[in-house]
C-alpha cells in the first residue's frame, strides 16, 4: 500500500480543526448576538408603567404587562404545586426502590421520552382534559399543562439527586430503627435538600418561558387576574399576540417582555448550573 | 451510580424482629413504596393517555376523511375540507434542513471541545454553547421575525437568489421570512443538545482506543474520522434522532419566521407551515367540531412521529451508556 505524502493529510487536519474551532465560534456568536438583541431592544421598553399597569390598546401610552407578570407568577407556583410532589415521590421511587426492576426501567425510559414531546402536543391534551369538559379555556388546563412538562424534569433531576446520596446514611438511619420511609424523608432529603431544590428551580425556570402549551388552555386576557376557571393572562401569549400585532408599541413592549424572560430564566439557569457543578463535586 | 437501589432489599423483610414488634411499620414502608411507585408509574400513563386522548378526539376526523387526510393539500374551514400533506410537507423539510446544517455543525463543536480545546476553554465554551438551550423559544421567535428574516431578506437570500437562483430551491421573492430562515433558527436551537451528547460520545470514546491510533500516526481528525466516530455511531445516531425530536415538535420559533401559507413549494425561499405552527395558529379559533377534530389529527400526527422518534433515540443512547459503563 503506497503511504499517502503527510502534508497533504497536515492540511485536511488543519482544513477541519479550523472548521470545528469556527464551529465553536459561530455558535457562541448566536447566542451572544440573541441576547444583545433581547438586551438592547427590551431594555428601553421597561419603565414604572411596564409593572404597574393594565394593558392599553395600541396607541395608547401608559400601557403595561403587569396582569401577565402575575398571572405568569401564578400559574408557575399552581403548575409547580402539582408536579413537583408528584415527581419527588416519582424520583424517590426510582432512587430507593428501582435500581434494576422493569418499572423502574420503564418509568426512567418513560420520562425521557415525555421530556422531548412537544409542549404543544401537551397543550393539545390539556385542551382535551380540562377545556373541553368546562366549556371555555381556563387556567387549570395551563396548569396541568404546564405540570405534565415539569413532571418529568423534576423527576429525573429528584432520582440523581438522591442517588448521590451516600448509602452509609441510610444505613446509620436503619440501624436505628428508623422505618424506609422515615429514612427517605427524613434523612435522605435533608442530606440532598439544596441538590432537590436546584433541580426544582430549573424545571421551574424551564416552564415560565413555555408559550406553546398555553396558546389554547389558559388563552390570555387583558385584565387582571381573577380565577383559574377563566383565561388567565401570562407574559409569554402577551409577548406572542404583541408581537404579532402590526403595532409598533406593541412590538416594543413585547422586547420589554422578552427581555424579562430571557434573562429571568437565563439567570435562573446558570445559577442552578453553578450550584449543581459544585453539588457533583 | 448504584448506591440507592441495592437497599431495597432492605425492607421490612429484612427486619424480621422490627416487623413482627412493629406491625404497622412494616405496613407504612410498604404504604410507602406502593404510593411512590403509582407515581413513577404516572410518566408512562401520561404519554400513553396523551396518545389515547389524541386518538378518541380526532376520531371524527379521521372517520370523515380517512387516510386520504395525510395527503389532501386542501384546509379550508369554510368548506370543512381538511388536509394535513402540507403540513407534514413543511416540518419535515423545515427539519431537514436544520438537520443538515446542525449535524455537522455539532460534530464540528463536539470535536472542538474534547480533542482540540485546552480544558478551561473547553469548559466555558461547552456551558455557553449548553446555554443555547435555555434561550425560550419565543425568543427565538423574536430575534427571527425582527432581528434575523430582515437580514435574510436583505443580504442572504438576493445572494442566493443571484448566484444559484437556476435552482428551484431558491426562485421566489427574497422576503427573509419562509422554510429557509426556519431551518437555520430550527438549527440554532437543536445545536446545544445534538453537541452535547456527541461531546459526551467522542469524550466515552477509550482513550486506549484513540492513542492506539495516535500512536500509528495518525492526524487528530484521522482518528476522530476513522476511530472515534465509527466507535461512537450508536450514541451520535442516538445524538441525531434526539436533535430530530426536537426540530420536529419546536412551535413558536418556527411559527414567527415560516410564514403561515398553505402550500407545498419546492423553493426554500416560500413561505409554509409546519404541524405545530398551524395548531399554534389556528386551535384557539376553532369552533366548528370538524374543524378542532382536523386539527387534533394533526396533532395525533406529530405525535406518532415524535413519539417513535423519541423512543429511538433513548433506545440507542442507552445502549451506549450501557455498553460503555463497562468499558475498559
Given at each position: 500500500?503506497?503511504?499517502?505524502?503527510?502534508?497533504?493529510?497536515?492540511?485536511?487536519?488543519?482544513?477541519?480543526?479550523?472548521?470545528?474551532?469556527?464551529?465553536?465560534?459561530?455558535?457562541?456568536?448566536?447566542?451572544v448576538w440573541i441576547t444583545w438583541e433581547v438586551l438592547y431592544r427590551g431594555i428601553t421598553a421597561l419603565n414604572l408603567d411596564f409593572f404597574l399597569h393594565l394593558p392599553t390598546p395600541p396607541g395608547v401610552p401608559g400601557g403595561g404587562m403587569a396582569n401577565a407578570i402575575v398571572g405568569t407568577l401564578i400559574l408557575t407556583a399552581a403548575a409547580?404545586?402539582?408536579?413537583?410532589?408528584?415527581?419527588?415521590?416519582?424520583?424517590?421511587?426510582?432512587?430507593?426502590?428501582?435500581?434494576?426492576?422493569?418499572?423502574?426501567?420503564?418509568?426512567?425510559?418513560?420520562?425521557?421520552?415525555?421530556?422531548?414531546?412537544?409542549?404543544?402536543?401537551?397543550?393539545?391534551?390539556?385542551?382535551?382534559?380540562?377545556?373541553?369538559?368546562?366549556?371555555?379555556?381556563?387556567?387549570?388546563?395551563?396548569?396541568?399543562?404546564?405540570?405534565?412538562?415539569?413532571?418529568?424534569?423534576?423527576?429525573?433531576?429528584?432520582?440523581?439527586?438522591?442517588?448521590?446520596v451516600p448509602n452509609t446514611l441510610r444505613e446509620a438511619a436503619l440501624a436505628l430503627g428508623a422505618p424506609r420511609w422515615r429514612v427517605t424523608l427524613a434523612v435522605v432529603f435533608r442530606a440532598a435538600k439544596s441538590g432537590l431544590i436546584t433541580g426544582i428551580l430549573l424545571a421551574v425556570a424551564r416552564v415560565s418561558g413555555e408559550t406553546a402549551?398555553?396558546?389554547?388552555?389558559?388563552?390570555?386576557?387583558?385584565?387582571?387576574?381573577?380565577?383559574?376557571?377563566?383565561?388567565?393572562?401570562?407574559?409569554?401569549?402577551?409577548?406572542?399576540?404583541?408581537?404579532?400585532?402590526?403595532?409598533?408599541?406593541?412590538?416594543?413592549?413585547?422586547?420589554?417582555?422578552?427581555?424579562?424572560?430571557?434573562?429571568?430564566?437565563?439567570?435562573?439557569?446558570?445559577?442552578?448550573?453553578?450550584?449543581?457543578?459544585?453539588?457533583?463535586? | 451510580?448504584?448506591?440507592?437501589?441495592?437497599?431495597?432489599?432492605?425492607?421490612?423483610?429484612?427486619?424480621?424482629?422490627?416487623?413482627?414488634?412493629?406491625?404497622?411499620?412494616?405496613?407504612?414502608?410498604?404504604?410507602?413504596?406502593?404510593?411512590?411507585?403509582?407515581?413513577?408509574?404516572?410518566?408512562?400513563?401520561v404519554i400513553l393517555a396523551m396518545g389515547v386522548d389524541l386518538f378518541i378526539s380526532s376520531y371524527p376526523a379521521l372517520a370523515k376523511f380517512g387516510p386520504g387526510f395525510l395527503i389532501s393539500q386542501e384546509w379550508n374551514p369554510v368548506t370543512q375540507e381538511f388536509g394535513a400533506a402540507s403540513s407534514i410537507f413543511g416540518t419535515l423539510m423545515?427539519?431537514?434542513?436544520?438537520?443538515?446544517?446542525?449535524?455537522?455543525?455539532?460534530?464540528?463543536?463536539?470535536?472542538?471541545?474534547?480533542?482540540?480545546?485546552?480544558?478551561?476553554?473547553?469548559?466555558?465554551?461547552?456551558?455557553?454553547?449548553?446555554?443555547?438551550?435555555?434561550?425560550?423559544?419565543?425568543?427565538?421567535?423574536?430575534?427571527?421575525?425582527?432581528?434575523?428574516?430582515?437580514?435574510?431578506?436583505?443580504?442572504?437570500?438576493?445572494?442566493?437568489?443571484?448566484?444559484?437562483?437556476?435552482?428551484?430551491?431558491?426562485?421566489?421573492?427574497?422576503?427573509?421570512?419562509?422554510?429557509?430562515?426556519?431551518?437555520?433558527?430550527?438549527?440554532?436551537?437543536?445545536?446545544?443538545?445534538?453537541?452535547?451528547?456527541?461531546?459526551?460520545?467522542?469524550?466515552?470514546?477509550?482513550?486506549?482506543?484513540?492513542?492506539?491510533?495516535?500512536?500509528?500516526?495518525?492526524?487528530?481528525?484521522?482518528?476522530?474520522?476513522?476511530?472515534?466516530?465509527?466507535?461512537?455511531?450508536?450514541?451520535?445516531?442516538?445524538?441525531?434522532?434526539?436533535?430530530?425530536?426536537?426540530?420536529?415538535?419546536?412551535?413558536?420559533?418556527?411559527?414567527?419566521?415560516?410564514?403561515?401559507?398553505?402550500?407545498?413549494?419546492?423553493?426554500?425561499?416560500?413561505?409554509?407551515?409546519?404541524?405545530?405552527?398551524?395548531?399554534?395558529?389556528?386551535?384557539?379559533?376553532?369552533?366548528?367540531?370538524?374543524?378542532?377534530?382536523?386539527?387534533?389529527?394533526?396533532?395525533?400526527?406529530?405525535?406518532?412521529?415524535?413519539?417513535?422518534?423519541?423512543?429511538?433515540?433513548?433506545?440507542?443512547?442507552?445502549?451506549?451508556?450501557?455498553?460503555?459503563?463497562?468499558?475498559?
Open positions: 500500500m503506497k503511504p499517502r505524502p503527510p502534508l497533504g493529510r497536515k492540511i485536511v487536519n488543519w482544513v477541519v480543526s479550523a472548521g470545528a474551532a469556527l464551529s465553536a465560534i459561530v455558535g457562541i456568536a448566536f447566542l409547580t404545586a402539582l408536579s413537583v410532589p408528584l415527581g419527588l415521590m416519582a424520583g424517590i421511587f426510582l432512587a430507593e426502590f428501582a435500581e434494576d426492576s422493569h418499572l423502574g426501567d420503564l418509568s426512567r425510559f418513560s420520562a425521557n421520552v415525555l421530556m422531548g414531546m412537544p409542549s404543544i402536543i401537551v397543550g393539545v391534551f390539556a385542551y382535551t382534559l380540562v377545556v373541553l369538559p368546562m366549556g371555555n379555556f381556563c387556567g387549570y388546563a395551563g396548569v396541568v399543562a404546564l405540570a405534565i412538562i415539569m413532571l418529568p424534569v423534576v423527576t429525573r433531576t429528584t432520582e440523581d439527586m438522591l442517588r448521590l402549551p398555553l396558546l389554547f388552555t389558559a388563552l390570555n386576557s387583558p385584565y387582571w387576574f381573577h380565577s383559574l376557571a377563566e383565561p388567565t393572562p401570562n407574559l409569554t401569549v402577551t409577548i406572542f399576540n404583541y408581537a404579532m400585532s402590526p403595532y409598533p408599541d406593541w412590538q416594543q413592549k413585547a422586547w420589554g417582555g422578552s427581555f424579562l424572560i430571557t434573562f429571568g430564566v437565563l439567570w435562573v439557569t446558570i445559577v442552578t448550573r453553578v450550584m449543581l457543578r459544585e453539588r457533583k463535586g | 451510580m448504584k448506591q440507592g437501589g441495592q437497599l431495597h432489599k432492605a425492607a421490612p423483610e429484612a427486619f424480621p424482629a422490627a416487623s413482627r414488634a412493629f406491625p404497622l411499620m412494616a405496613m407504612g414502608d410498604r404504604l410507602f413504596r406502593w404510593l411512590t411507585a403509582v407515581a413513577a408509574l404516572l410518566v408512562p400513563a423545515s427539519t431537514l434542513i436544520a438537520m443538515l446544517i446542525a449535524l455537522p455543525l455539532s460534530l464540528a463543536i463536539a470535536l472542538f471541545l474534547v480533542e482540540l480545546a485546552p480544558p478551561r476553554v473547553s469548559q466555558v465554551v461547552g456551558t455557553m454553547i449548553e446555554l443555547l438551550a435555555a434561550i425560550p423559544s419565543i425568543i427565538y421567535g423574536m430575534w427571527g421575525l425582527f432581528v434575523f428574516a430582515p437580514i435574510m431578506a436583505t443580504y442572504v437570500q438576493p445572494f442566493l437568489s443571484k448566484y444559484l437562483g437556476f435552482l428551484p430551491l431558491f426562485t421566489g421573492p427574497p422576503l427573509g421570512i419562509g422554510m429557509l430562515t426556519a431551518g437555520i433558527i430550527l438549527a440554532i436551537m437543536i445545536l446545544p443538545f445534538m453537541s452535547a451528547i456527541a461531546r459526551d460520545v467522542f469524550a466515552l470514546v477509550p482513550n486506549v482506543v484513540k492513542e492506539s491510533a495516535f500512536g500509528l500516526g495518525a492526524t487528530t481528525w484521522e482518528v476522530t474520522y476513522k476511530v472515534t466516530i465509527p466507535y461512537g455511531l450508536v450514541g451520535l445516531l442516538g445524538a441525531m434522532f434526539l436533535g430530530l425530536g426536537r426540530a420536529l415538535g419546536e412551535t413558536m420559533a418556527v411559527t414567527f419566521v415560516i410564514g403561515n401559507a398553505r402550500r407545498i413549494s419546492l423553493s426554500l425561499f416560500a413561505p409554509g407551515n409546519t404541524i405545530a405552527s398551524t395548531l399554534a395558529n389556528e386551535f384557539s379559533e376553532a369552533i366548528e367540531p370538524l374543524y378542532v377534530s382536523s386539527l387534533v389529527a394533526l396533532g395525533l400526527v406529530l405525535y406518532l412521529i415524535t413519539f417513535m422518534v423519541q423512543v429511538i433515540s433513548q433506545w440507542l443512547l442507552r445502549r451506549m451508556y450501557r455498553a460503555w459503563s463497562v468499558g475498559l
